[in-house]
């Protein structure tokens, strides 16, 4: 089983890819980008768990892998 490695920000939308840095998750994979993570102190604001720095997946295995399409961002 891997991350679901979601493809965007829950709070402000930013694209989040995932071969790049700059996610961070809870325990749950609630996924913020680090400007939202700073500003929520790093809490998620859906089950209050820690914020983490989300790994990265190397692109090779993105293929076999592949990240999660389906963006969790509802606009207000």
């Known amino acids: 089983m891997?991350?679901?490695?979601?493809p965007d920000c829950e709070r402000c939308?930013?694209?989040l890819?995932?071969?790049a840095p700059g996610a961070?998750?809870?325990?749950l994979?609630?996924?913020f980008c680090a400007e939202c993570a700073e500003a929520l102190?790093?809490?998620c604001p859906?089950?209050?768990?820690?914020?983490?720095d989300r790994p990265t997946r190397p692109r090779r295995?993105?293929?076999s892998y592949p990240a999660s399409t389906l963006r969790r961002h509802k606009p207000a």
């Open 13 to 15: 939308g930013a694209d």
């Open 46 to 52: 859906n089950c209050g768990g820690e914020l983490v």
């Open 29 to 31: 994979e609630c996924t």
């Open 17 to 19: 890819p995932a071969s």
């Open 61 to 63: 295995w993105l293929d």
């Open 2 to 6: 891997s991350l679901e490695m979601r």
């Open 24 to 27: 961070f998750i809870c325990s």
């Open 41 to 43: 102190d790093d809490r």
